[in-house]
């Protein structure tokens, strides 16, 4: 069965600063992995996603995330954080072919930004 | 409208009532999903359907009964619900492609159990 691991409940970091969010995952096949962010009140916004081919992802808002297949790892990274990332960040690994749809999620992170 | 819209966004019931939630995806999709999200716990999947048919049942209590009319529409129906499933429902929908699919969120619908 597959899992995810997101190490940090909650993580401050002032505006400016860069931030690195943790996501660990098992799972025993080449794993579909995602961030999404998540605003109070609100539904889920996929940041990134990463399928096959290069290992460095960008996505929106400025964020990029890197899969480490010997760490069974799949980091979120933003150089510079704004007031607006302020927010729960969930990554989630996905199973492929015929189990399409079977998410699993980290608990989340979430994210405090101070001016 | 684009992207996926659920309605209410808010909902206070009694445990001896009877509501629904409705989800509607305009991303052309084919696979819908109900999620259940709790506070201090990671998102449940409850439901899965691709193409109307129902692919995936989480273990969910009977008091909570799906919908799927088609591709477009998702409906949650409930029904003597207990307190602890107060908590935000979250619709999504997806277009599965060869081995790869990624899905999209609705708002969520916060639900209050009385």
């Known amino acids: 069965a597959q899992s995810v691991t997101q190490p940090d409940i909650h993580i401050t970091v002032s505006e400016g600063a860069s931030l690195e969010l943790r996501c660990n995952y098992s799972?025993?096949?080449?794993?579909?992995l995602f961030w999404y962010v998540q605003s109070p009140g609100q539904g889920l916004q996929l940041l990134l996603k990463y399928f096959s081919g290069d290992t460095l992802v960008q996505g929106i808002k400025g964020f990029e995330a890197e899969f480490k297949r010997s760490q069974s790892s799949f980091n979120l990274r933003k150089p510079s954080v704004h007031w607006s990332d302020a927010a729960e960040y969930f990554c989630a690994v996905g199973a492929g072919g015929t189990s399409y749809g079977k998410l699993t999620f980290g608990q989340g992170t979430i994210l405090t930004v101070h001016p | 409208e684009t992207g996926v819209t659920q309605t209410p966004r808010h909902l206070v019931m009694g445990m001896t009532n009877k509501k629904s939630l409705k989800c509607e995806q305009h991303l052309g999709h084919n696979a819908m999903y109900w999620y259940k999200q709790s506070a201090k716990k990671p998102l449940e999947l409850m439901f899965v359907y691709n193409f109307k048919e129902q692919t995936e049942n989480n273990s969910v209590p009977s008091r909570f009964s799906p919908e799927c009319p088609n591709s477009s529409h998702l409906f949650l129906h409930l029904h003597t619900l207990q307190p602890e499933d107060s908590a935000l429902y979250l619709c999504a929908s997806s277009l599965p492609s060869g081995s790869t699919d990624t899905q999209y969120f609705g708002p969520g619908t916060r639900l209050t159990v009385l």
């Open positions: 799972y025993g096949a080449t794993p579909y």
